[in-house]
Nanobody, 115 residues
């Protein structure tokens, strides 16, 4: 079973930067949209960023201007570059890939921002 594998999470001080990466563990054809979501304790999972195969990106206002999503279509990898992190960004970050047949989710990677 092919899975999405995230990496790059960890502990960072407020104002710092972190880059998350996500790649499938095997072959995954027909990916249209890739994205990142996050979930803090006691809250619902929320959108962080998405990117289409054509490079069109989408961000909510809470991260726009601070986070940048990028993608390598040849490798089916997606990255999330996070700047000016604040404690409010603390959450488990999940990678997502939408294909023609189904949606894949990663296991999540913890990002903790200390004040």
């Amino acid at each position: 079973q092919v899975q999405l594998v995230e990496s790059g999470g960890g502990l960072v001080q407020s104002g710092g930067s972190l880059t998350l990466s996500c790649a499938p563990s095997g072959s995954m054809a027909g990916i249209s949209v890739m994205g990142w979501y996050r979930q803090a304790p006691g809250t619902q999972r929320e959108l962080v960023a998405t990117i289409t195969s054509g490079g069109r990106t989408n961000y909510p206002g809470s991260v726009k201007g601070r986070f940048t999503i990028s993608r390598d279509n040849a490798k089916n990898t997606v990255h999330l570059h996070m700047n000016s992190l604040s404690p409010e960004d603390t959450a488990v970050y999940y990678c997502r890939a939408d294909t023609f047949s189904r949606v894949y989710w990663g296991q999540g990677t913890q990002v903790t921002v200390s004040s």
